[in-house]
C-alpha cells in the first residue's frame, strides 16, 4: 500500500516537473519570437495578422523591403521597396484612419 502511494507522488511530481519545463520553455521561445536560426541578412520589421490564415510581414533583406504575403502554405512578395518611407502625419495625430480613397491614390500614384 505505502509503495502504490509512493509510486503515485513520484509519478504526479515528474509529471509536474515536465509541465513546469514545458511552461518555460514556451515562455522563452515567446519572449524571443523564434527558436534558433538567427541570420545578420534578414529581419521582419513589422507583421499584421489578415483573416484566420493568413500574415502580411514587412522583411529587410540588406538595403531592399519586401512586403510579403504569407499562408501555411506559401510566400507571396508583395511589393518591394528601396526604403521605408515615414508615417503621414496629415490627420494631426487625431487618431483617425485616413480615407482609403486617397490611400489608394498615393500607392497607384506611387507605382507609375
Not at 523564434?34 to 513589422?46: E, F, H, R, S, V
Not at 496629415?90 to 489608394?104: R, Y
Amino acid at each position: 500500500m505505502l509503495d502504490g502511494v509512493a509510486t503515485a507522488l513520484g509519478t504526479l511530481l515528474i509529471i509536474g516537473i515536465i509541465l513546469w519545463l514545458a511552461y518555460i520553455s514556451s515562455k522563452h521561445i515567446g519572449k524571443t519570437g523564434k527558436i534558433g536560426g538567427k541570420t545578420p541578412y534578414m529581419k521582419i520589421i513589422a507583421q499584421l495578422p489578415v483573416g484566420q490564415y493568413g500574415t502580411l510581414a514587412i522583411v529587410q533583406t540588406g538595403k531592399n523591403y519586401l512586403l510579403l504575403g504569407m499562408t501555411s502554405s506559401q510566400i507571396t512578395v508583395l511589393d518591394e521597396f528601396d526604403s521605408l518611407e515615414e508615417l503621414d502625419d496629415s490627420n494631426d495625430g487625431k487618431g483617425e484612419p485616413q480615407d482609403f480613397k486617397i490611400q489608394l491614390e498615393k500607392l497607384i500614384k506611387r507605382k507609375k
